[in-house]
């Protein structure tokens, strides 16, 4: 069989993958940029066997897939920035209960209601610590249309595989620029399924206690098995507990279990390293820009080449070490204040070697604005 071929938004190839991955429900309320996420599942999820959905507001939405995740189903809601914001309680119950789901934020102009119809990367760092509390968070980021598709699927993979939500991290250009998505034959692409558990019944069901290979069986609430979900510290039946040391565990637990799994969710492409003295780091929209000068300068001569990274949380600090280490200069290339371009300068060897090339102003970042910075650089000696 041929692969279907699409030209669709961003937005719509997000719907595409997850439908891929097997979503059966999605709740969600619309705000710009994100809204046609929800338009498009509010017609293709049904036609699939699924449930759309839509809620009062975004709190209401990410604890409706919160009980639907539980219940054994693959679950997604989207949002923007002020939804996203939102979101950050039950976003912390989800950690805490270890309840998988997947929550898409493409990126607006911020903070606030900010610039509602322009682009931003401005949520990186409240995608990692927007909830409370000490914990770990996934979340992922994409360019292309191509890499949506295949990221949303991923996300799904790893929700399910290490029982967590997880972030697609998208922005406002991607979401709704226009190109062309080839979707993978059925099967092409692996998927992991809901781990469950083999006990029938009775009282050995232990809702909270890793296997070996640190995975956690589940059961679907409201079956055979009756037990406690709370976002207060459990023990491994779910009941409270402020015994110190269950509350050390768990949180060891919640943090581990994706911090000491980084390298396998480690995401990234590269373009011309090999002998590259100068690295463009980049993602999402900004890493198309970052393409075009690399592609621009390398015919003439200059030794440039692209990280762009698809995991930015946990961050890829060995995948980042690995490419900047060595080189001249690193410019990080992104569309906030240096959120991510800060993270680079605690993981090399040399900060002082790392520079921003960046817009704060609701504008796409272009070639010219990175090529200026590359100037400043060239012009400081660096």
Known sequence: MTRQIKFIQGNEACVEGALYAGLDFFAGYPITPSTEIAEHLSRRLPQQGGKFIQMEDEIASMCAIIGASLTGKKVLTATSGPGFSLKQEALGYAVMAEIPCVIVNVQRGGPSTGVPTHVSQGDVMQARWGTHGDH???ALTASNHQDV???????????????T??????????????????IPEKGEIPLVERLRTAVQGGVDYHPYLPREDGRLPMSDFGDVHRYNVTGLVHDMWGFPSDNPKIVHGLLRHLVDKIENNASQMAHYKTFYLEDAETVLLSFGSAARSALHVVEHLRPRGEKIGLLELQTLWPFPADV???YCNSARTTVVVEMNMGQVCQMVKTTVRHPERVF???????????????RNVLRLIEGKGV
């Open 136 to 138: 770990s968070i996934v």
């Open 149 to 163: 598709f295949a990221m949303t699927v991923e996300a799904f993979n790893i929700a399910e595989t290490y029982r």
């Open 165 to 182: 939500p997880v972030i697609l991290l998208f922005d406002e250009v991607v979401g709704h620029m226009r190109e062309r998505l080839e």
């Open 320 to 322: 980042v070490q690995q």
């Open 356 to 370: 921003l090339a960046n817009r704060i102003d609701g504008v796409f970042i272009t070639d010219a604005d990175i």
